[in-house]
């Protein structure tokens, strides 16, 4: 039954079985384990993102593309939510409407992509993803009157998903709208995670390993390599702006910053590169890990720069602006010595 | 012994449609000028549009000549260029900067003493840098081009915070040297003279850069090596040494091209480099990757464009490259000009 669910791609370490039911745990009963509002943001956006690099997973681990317009689909399926809800007034039909357009939106854009660029060259997709991705990223800030420009959209979604619905109380937490929105975000993260752990392990899946390890080989078995990259492609572009509208859902908020910006690309690269390119799980710790660390490593490093005050060079490097370039660094040396990341180390390490 | 059998080759002339097909690339630019013009109708605008799309395209050809060659010589794309065109762009306005009495002087000799020694400046370090940025970053993942963006773009990061690090976070504004300023008036239309300074300076690039690859034997063993390396290599050439001296080169390009873009910018920021690597994609796409003509047709076909629409139709011009790229990729899939490999 458990091995269904999961599509029989179990663990296999016993240490990884550990971390990942404690991940689950934390996130099924985080309104109740860790109440306060920062604790419930921290959660929700380590759900969202879990599924947002899990899609991007299914790119970069298992098909071997690498893509740089991630967050333009992310960004997509937001801007779906936020539109919907702007024009066709306060109601689960607007979200639903948006969330839907989003993700047909997302895969024709991919499908387009995929045709012009992955037909010749794989290299070429990172190149014209990343041409892409920053025109539409303008094109966003510039077409104020339709997507409100820098300033992004706020909107309202249905009462009953905001913190002014309150419904008593449950083990000293106050319930509210804000608990169900979570629960929202929770449940369909966990469905759609549950869905790409399907995907990956099915026969399509497999395929999409054969060509990640060698495209030559699995054309001349006979599979449509082109075919199979761009069906993994609009899969990747939908689940993604899926995950989108889940944030758009969450924040009440669009801007070009929180769902177009390259930093958030970097982000989700990092998170892939650390839990582990190439297995699902990964995603999962990736996301966790990155997220707990975006909201405190910060902090701690501006401890360590007060700590520093007076030496030379030190205080400037530990400025708290600049832990991009530690992450950088972190990001290149994990590229180098652990490849298969943190899922790869634990499942070899048995 | 018998004679050797008749053996009369057949030469046939290459039919029209042939050759135009190989000349249609370089017809592409007079084609689109001419476009433009008739699009633009008054001359004096024409003009001032062509030269600063002229201007513009020489600089990002400078920038991507050494990208095109770095993959065709030994299939390495490196997304960290974007960083050297940053890192050139920092320490040439630096010395710049801090040459006051060069640069104020009306005197153009002066100024162009202090903007040629900028650009030394500029090209030595960054191409120190990407002699090192190889050493470290690009030659343990030979061979995975999915390792290669992953490294290359975490180079990129690295290098534009140590930017932040030591010239601080914010943007730097910069006068032009005095002569450089303001511009002359050819048939009614304006022409800045800082931007036909910069169509000379890189043509001047692209024509030393075509006699190097054409006619001496170091651009002999790098043409041969873009198209079939591992038989150079067989030939006793370490093909090695001379990605390294090509990958330095580029670097030291890209420097150039970041000190020429802070020069026509006025302004430079750590994340111009990374701004200018779409454009520098974009175009070595189009050319066809590995290959410098078709690199240069690219950039003055982008620079043009991005010109010419931004004046027609200002709300266009965002998507107006990506537009020509498409166009461009349904004509020839790989590119105008693809490098032939044998492979």
Not at chain 1, 119 to 136: D, E, G
Not at chain 1, 198 to 222: K, M, T, Y
Not at chain 2, 43 to 60: E, H, K, P, R
Not at chain 2, 202 to 221: S, Y
Request: proline content about 3%.
């Amino acid at each position: 039954m458990l091995t269904a669910i999961l599509s029989g791609d179990t663990p296999r370490s016993r240490i990884l079985t550990v971390l990942l039911l404690a991940v689950l745990v934390c996130l099924a009963a985080a309104p109740f384990l860790f109440p306060g509002v920062r604790a419930l943001e921290t959660a929700a956006t380590i759900c969202i993102f879990i599924v947002l690099v899990a899609s991007y997973d299914l790119l970069l681990g298992y098909t071997g593309i690498v893509s740089f317009a991630h967050t333009m689909f992310f960004g997509l399926g937001a801007y779906g939510v936020a539109l919907a809800s702007t024009h066709l007034g306060r109601s689960w039909g607007a979200l639903l409407v948006g969330t839907a357009s989003g993700a047909v939106a997302a895969a024709v854009l991919a499908l387009l992509i995929g045709l012009f660029s992955l037909r010749v060259r794989a290299i070429f997709f990172a190149m014209i993803t990343l041409a892409v991705a920053s025109a539409v990223a303008v094109l966003v800030s510039q077409l104020f009157e339709i997507t409100g420009g820098e300033d992004g959209l706020t909107y309202q979604i249905p009462r009953a998903l905001t913190p002014a619905f309150r419904f008593g109380e449950l083990f000293g937490v106050n319930l509210n709208g804000r608990i169900i929105n979570y629960y929202l975000v929770f449940a369909a993260s966990l469905v759609l995670f549950l869905l790409l752990l399907r995907i990956v392990n099915s026969p399509f899946g497999r395929v999409l390993q054969a060509i990640r390890e060698n495209d030559f080989r699995a054309e001349a078995i006979g599979y449509r390599v082109v075919w199979y990259r761009t069906a993994a492609t609009c899969l990747s572009a939908a689940v993604a702006a899926l995950a989108g509208s889940l944030y758009a859902i969450w924040l009440r908020y669009v801007g070009p910053d929180t769902t177009l910006s390259f930093e958030i690309m970097l982000d989700i690269l990092l998170m892939v590169v650390i839990g582990g390119m190439g297995t699902m799980y990964g995603a999962v710790l990736g996301a966790v890990i990155f997220v707990l660390a975006q909201n405190y490593l910060q902090s701690l490093m501006g401890v360590a720069a007060g700590a520093a005050e007076g030496l030379p060079v030190l205080p400037l490097l530990l400025d708290p602006n600049r832990w991009l370039m530690w992450l950088g660094i972190l990001f290149i040396l994990s590229v180098y010595f652990f490849p298969t990341g943190i899922v790869g180390r634990l499942r070899s390490g048995r | 012994m018998t004679a050797a059998p008749d053996h009369a080759p057949t030469m046939t002339r290459l039919s029209a449609a042939d050759r135009l097909a190989k000349a249609a690339p370089f017809l592409l630019v007079p084609v689109l000028i001419l476009a433009g013009f008739l699009a633009i109708g008054t001359t004096s605008s024409w003009l001032t549009l062509t030269v600063s799309g002229l201007a513009m395209g020489m600089m990002i050809f400078v920038m991507a000549s050494g990208l095109t060659l770095v993959f065709g010589l030994m299939d390495v794309i490196n997304f960290g260029h974007g960083a050297f065109v940053s890192l050139g762009a920092f320490v040439g306005i630096s010395v710049l900067l801090a040459l006051p009495g060069w640069t104020a002087e009306p005197s153009l000799a002066l100024n162009l003493a202090a903007v040629l020694l900028a650009i030394a400046c500029a090209m030595v370090l960054t191409g120190l840098s990407g002699w090192a940025f190889e050493r470290v970053i690009v030659r343990p993942v030979y061979g995975a081009h999915l390792k290669q963006i992953l490294v290359t773009v975490g180079g990129l990061i690295v290098i534009e915070q140590l930017i932040h690090v030591i010239w601080g976070p914010d943007e730097i504004f910069l006068n032009r040297p005095e002569t450089l300023q303001g511009a002359v008036t050819f048939a009614g239309a304006a022409l800045e003279k800082y931007r036909i300074l910069a169509v000379v300076f890189g043509l001047a690039i692209f024509l030393a850069m075509r006699l190097i690859l054409r006619r001496t034997k170091i651009g002999l063993i790098v043409r041969a090596g873009v198209q079939n390396g591992q038989m150079v290599e067989s030939l006793g050439y370490r093909l090695r040494l001379v990605f390294i001296g090509v990958f330095v080169a580029g670097s030291a390009l890209a420097g150039l091209g970041g000190v020429m873009w802070g020069l026509y910018q006025e302004v430079i920021t750590a994340g111009m480099g990374e701004r200018m690597m779409i454009l520098v994609f974009i175009v070595v796409i189009i050319g066809g990757l590995g290959s410098v003509e078709g690199a240069f047709i690219g950039a003055l076909l982008v620079g043009l464009m991005q010109n010419y629409i931004a004046f027609l139709e200002p709300k266009l011009a965002l998507i107006s490259n990506i537009g020509l790229m498409t166009a461009i990729l349904m004509w020839r899939p790989q590119g105008m000009m693809p490098v032939v490999k044998a492979k």
